[in-house]
């Protein structure tokens, strides 16, 4: 079973609503998948360093207009691979004229729904947002909590789990250790978490608070 969340695959994988004029941002409860994200502008003439998760770094050049993370609908209009890394791209987007213009994108991520991806090729791969909403159970199948998002602050993805009885949720390293099995299918990834991870928040230090 693959470990990783599967990448989004080149173009001709992203399904039928590729490309679509005219896309309309996915409502609130719509399940995302993070394409790339823009970084610092490149040069005066509006181009942005963009960093791309696709398979292919230049397929997400494929999958037609992007929703970014302020809620605006994004168009790249060209791509060219920058100089020495192969997943930074340089963009240009459309209606973004200038460095300044440009410099308002730094830090923007850019998703399309989880339904335009379609099926992963590989039956034991799957995308990060497949996780959003399954119940984690434990290995007498026991359901612990619901996974109710998958962060990752930069030290790898981390499965963020509200409880079942209620409180506060936890999060969870994703990795073997912790989440020996996957079953997507099934609706529920089984985890090994430490005896306190739902533990509640014990009192503060004696003179604090």
């Given at each position: 079973m693959a470990r990783r969340p599967q990448r989004p695959a080149p173009s001709g994988r992203a399904g039928a609503g590729r490309g679509a004029a005219g896309a309309a941002p996915p409502g609130?409860?719509?399940?995302?998948v993070v394409l790339g994200?823009?970084?610092r502008a490149h040069g005066l003439q509006g181009e942005v360093r963009l960093k791309s998760y696709t398979a292919e770094p230049m397929a997400i050049g494929g999958y037609g207009p992007l929703l970014a993370s302020d809620g605006r609908v994004v168009e790249l209009t060209a791509l060219r691979p920058a100089a020495g890394t192969p997943d930074i791209l340089?963009?240009?987007?459309?209606?973004?004229?200038g460095r300044s213009a440009a410099e308002g994108l730094n830090r923007l991520t850019l998703s399309v729904p989880r339904d335009r991806l379609g099926a992963p090729e590989d039956e034991d791969e799957f995308f990060t947002a497949d996780l959003v909403g399954l119940a984690a159970v434990d290995a007498a199948g026991t359901r612990l909590g619901t996974i109710r998002a998958v962060p990752n602050y930069g030290g790898?993805?981390?499965?963020?789990?509200e409880p079942e009885g209620g409180g506060?949720?936890?999060?969870?390293?994703?990795?073997?250790?912790?989440?020996?099995?996957v079953e997507i299918a099934a609706g529920r990834v089984t985890i090994a978490p430490p005896e306190d991870l739902f533990a509640p928040p014990g009192p503060p230090p004696e003179g604090e608070g």
């Open positions: 609130p409860d719509a399940r995302l994200e823009f970084g340089v963009a240009r987007v459309a209606g973004v004229a790898g993805d981390l499965l963020e789990i506060r949720p936890a999060l969870l390293p994703f990795t073997r250790l912790f989440v020996p099995k």
